[in-house]
């Protein structure tokens, strides 16, 4: 990125936070690259991920104003279908008020659908064609969205790259995961891809990047003096990075049977987030600056192993409701007696001066018994301790779903006339302190990112291979072996054999400590 695209993109993002704050600042618009004609590409524009999230992002943004004022919109996907039946297919997610009618109607106007398929020259020039008219002969920009089976992605880009790249303008493509099954099939996806492109050219999206309180590690980490001293081996016993759904697979349990829960969240969100809270200070918060320093962190892991790990399989809970009556084995889309995981903890080391010996332990599952996404950081027991064995850890949590918020967990006298103690907490509840702030989707953040051309939340190739040689003989082990996943039932904490890997690594639960969502 040029030193001119950084001073527009950095003017761009301090606009992008104030209209956020202020609706009449919303209300002059982005103003960005003046009128230049943009134009966002979604290929596979009939499939879920376009419908769900895609089509209801792009609308967010251009309902507030956030968006280049000359941006029209392409779907391309096979389905031959109207514009009017893909807006009757998005609308149920667009989540549109009575007073934003008016923007809505102007959004779809801006709209255009070209059925094609995805090895086709013909149907790509076709859609150059359409793209050309809307540019009217000038300099324009063009982005590509990649909401497609990884099964056709060397088709596309290849013809992407032969018959639609902006002539007189930037192109840019944005990829969604799954960036490769391993590191083997990874690496030739990114060489074919660097082919085509150049780096700066890539998004790879993932969208966990885009969430606020992952974003938010940056600032908690580098620019509070109070946590620098302490962010290290000498103070911290452990961290606990957590992802749970209280729901199973039903219904989908054939697209998830093919990834598996390590590579559907362990391998990709949970490992970025480890990164951004172990990585050294950026030299700046240039992209690269920070991406070069996650690349740094997880070249100090060592490959995954076996023993590393805990992998565990629903099964229903003969007194539950609903979908809890029925085990993973019991979704007919899934292959009968499938060793497939829905839960694994994994314990990863860094073996460099700043953490060797504490346990960064990634845990994910399905069915379990809540919804919670966090980042927990266990402190070491207090030196000489004078309370007679009473204290309990010291734990700072990032929580970044559901209800961002940011917490200590400390040790306080009982109110009252007794000298005893309890835990309690230190407690920065967004839902309390920012009621007034507009918490934008991760993917208005991403889509918004590849707009201005800042790549800082979005994975780099390098990136991408040091984390598949992390979990790739792992992976290859558990499917040539057939490694027989332990039943934890529908609802529940997961495997007993989780909790029981968590105190072997010094993670101390209490089980008496329920922090309270603050409104």
Same mark, same amino acid.
């Given at each position: 990125?040029?030193?001119?695209?950084?001073?527009?993109?950095?003017?761009?993002?301090?606009? %992008?936070?104030l209209?956020?704050?202020?609706?009449?600042m919303?209300?002059?618009?982005?103003?960005?690259?003046?009128?230049?004609?943009h134009? $966002?590409v979604?290929?596979?524009?009939?499939?879920?991920l376009?419908?769900?999230k895609?089509?209801?992002t792009?609308?967010?943004?251009?309902r507030d104003?956030?968006?280049?004022?000359?941006?029209t919109?392409?779907?391309?996907?096979?389905?031959?279908?109207?514009?009017?039946?893909?807006?009757?297919k998005?609308? *149920?997610?667009?989540?549109?008020?009575p /007073?934003?009618?008016?923007r809505?109607?102007?959004?779809?106007?801006?709209?255009?659908?070209?059925a094609?398929?995805?090895?086709d020259?013909?149907?790509?020039?076709m859609?150059? *064609?359409?793209?050309?008219?809307?540019?009217n002969?000038?300099a324009?920009?063009r982005l590509?969205?990649?909401?497609?089976?990884?099964?056709?992605?060397?088709?596309v880009?290849v013809?992407?790259?032969?018959?639609?790249?902006?002539k007189?303008?930037?192109?840019r493509?944005?990829?969604?995961?799954?960036?490769g099954?391993?590191?083997?099939?990874?690496?030739k996806?990114s060489?074919?891809?660097?082919?085509?492109f150049? +780096? /700066?050219q890539?998004?790879? %999206?993932?969208?966990y990047?885009?969430?606020?309180?992952?974003?938010?590690?940056?600032?908690l980490?580098?620019g509070n003096?109070?946590?620098?001293?302490?962010?290290?081996?000498?103070?911290?016993?452990?961290?606990?990075?957590s992802?749970?759904?209280?729901?199973?697979?039903?219904?989908?349990?054939?697209?998830?049977d093919?990834?598996?829960?390590?590579?559907?969240?362990?391998q990709n969100h949970l490992? *970025?987030?480890?990164s951004?809270?172990?990585m050294?200070?950026?030299v700046?918060?240039?992209?690269?600056?920070?991406?070069?320093?996650?690349?740094?962190?997880?070249r100090?892991?060592?490959?995954?192993?076996?023993?590393d790990?805990?992998?565990?399989?629903?099964?229903?809970?003969?007194?539950?409701?609903?979908?809890?009556?029925f085990?993973?084995? =019991? =979704?007919?889309?899934?292959?009968?007696?499938?060793?497939?995981?829905?839960?694994?903890?994994?314990?990863?080391?860094i073996?460099?001066?700043?953490w060797?010996?504490v346990?960064?332990?990634?845990r994910?599952?399905?069915?379990?018994? +809540?919804?919670?996404?966090?980042?927990r950081? *266990?402190?070491? =027991?207090?030196?000489g301790?004078?309370?007679?064995?009473k204290?309990?850890?010291? +734990?700072?949590?990032?929580r970044?779903?559901p209800?961002?918020?940011?917490?200590?967990?400390?040790?306080t006298?009982?109110?009252?006339?007794t000298?005893?103690?309890e835990?309690?907490e230190?407690?920065?509840?967004?839902?309390?302190?920012y009621?007034?702030?507009?918490?934008p989707d991760?993917?208005?953040?991403?889509?918004? =990112?590849?707009?201005?051309?800042?790549?800082?939340?979005?994975?780099?190739?390098? /990136?991408?291979s040091e984390?598949?040689?992390?979990?790739?003989?792992?992976?290859h082990q558990i499917?040539s072996?057939?490694v027989k996943p332990?039943?934890?039932?529908?609802?529940?904490?997961?495997?007993? +054999?989780?909790?029981?890997?968590c105190?072997?690594?010094? $993670?101390?639960?209490?089980?008496?400590?329920?922090?309270?969502?603050?409104?």
């Amino acid at each position: 990125m040029s030193s001119a695209e950084g001073n527009c993109c950095a003017e761009f993002l301090s606009l %992008i936070r104030l209209s956020l704050k202020s609706p009449s600042m919303a209300s002059q618009g982005s103003n960005f690259e003046g009128s230049v004609p943009h134009a $966002f590409v979604t290929m596979g524009a009939s499939g879920d991920l376009a419908t769900k999230k895609i089509y209801p992002t792009l609308w967010w943004l251009y309902r507030d104003r956030l968006l280049p004022s000359n941006t029209t919109f392409y779907g391309y996907a096979r389905s031959k279908m109207t514009v009017e039946e893909l807006r009757k297919k998005c609308h *149920q997610y667009m989540n549109v008020k009575p /007073e934003e009618e008016d923007r809505y109607e102007q959004f779809w106007k801006l709209n255009n659908y070209i059925a094609g398929s995805y090895n086709d020259h013909g149907d790509f020039k076709m859609l150059n *064609q359409a793209l050309i008219r809307h540019e009217n002969g000038i300099a324009a920009n063009r982005l590509f969205y990649l909401a497609l089976p990884p099964s056709v992605f060397k088709d596309v880009t290849v013809l992407i790259n032969n018959h639609c790249m902006g002539k007189n303008g930037w192109t840019r493509v944005i990829i969604e995961k799954p960036f490769g099954h391993d590191a083997d099939s990874s690496l030739k996806l990114s060489n074919h891809l660097a082919s085509l492109f150049k +780096e /700066e050219q890539l998004y790879r %999206i993932d969208h966990y990047l885009g969430k606020e309180m992952v974003q938010n590690l940056m600032t908690l980490r580098f620019g509070n003096r109070i946590f620098s001293p302490t962010w290290n081996r000498e103070c911290i016993s452990s961290v606990l990075i957590s992802f749970k759904e209280p729901f199973g697979t039903m219904g989908r349990g054939g697209y998830f049977d093919q990834s598996g829960i390590i590579r559907d969240v362990m391998q990709n969100h949970l490992l *970025q987030i480890l990164s951004l809270v172990a990585m050294e200070k950026p030299v700046s918060i240039h992209p690269d600056d920070i991406r070069n320093e996650k690349v740094k962190v997880l070249r100090f892991i060592s490959p995954l192993k076996l023993d590393d790990v805990i992998l565990g399989q629903y099964t229903g809970d003969p007194v539950g409701e609903g979908d809890a009556k029925f085990g993973y084995l =019991d =979704d007919l889309t899934v292959p009968e007696g499938s060793c497939t995981a829905t839960y694994a903890l994994a314990v990863l080391k860094i073996n460099n001066e700043r953490w060797d010996g504490v346990p960064f332990i990634l845990r994910c599952g399905k069915a379990l018994n +809540e919804r919670k996404a966090e980042v927990r950081i *266990q402190y070491r =027991d207090v030196p000489g301790d004078i309370f007679g064995g009473k204290l309990k850890r010291n +734990e700072l949590v990032i929580r970044v779903q559901p209800g961002e918020a940011v917490y200590i967990k400390m040790m306080t006298k009982t109110p009252g006339m007794t000298f005893d103690m309890e835990e309690t907490e230190l407690d920065l509840t967004y839902g309390s302190r920012y009621k007034e702030v507009k918490m934008p989707d991760a993917y208005e953040r991403l889509i918004l =990112d590849v707009f201005c051309g800042s790549q800082m939340h979005f994975v780099r190739s390098d /990136e991408l291979s040091e984390a598949w040689r992390i979990f790739t003989p792992l992976l290859h082990q558990i499917e040539s072996e057939k490694v027989k996943p332990l039943p934890y039932k529908y609802g529940s904490r997961g495997p007993k +054999e989780a909790d029981a890997k968590c105190s072997e690594f010094d $993670f101390r639960y209490y089980g008496s400590y329920k922090w309270v969502k603050n409104h």
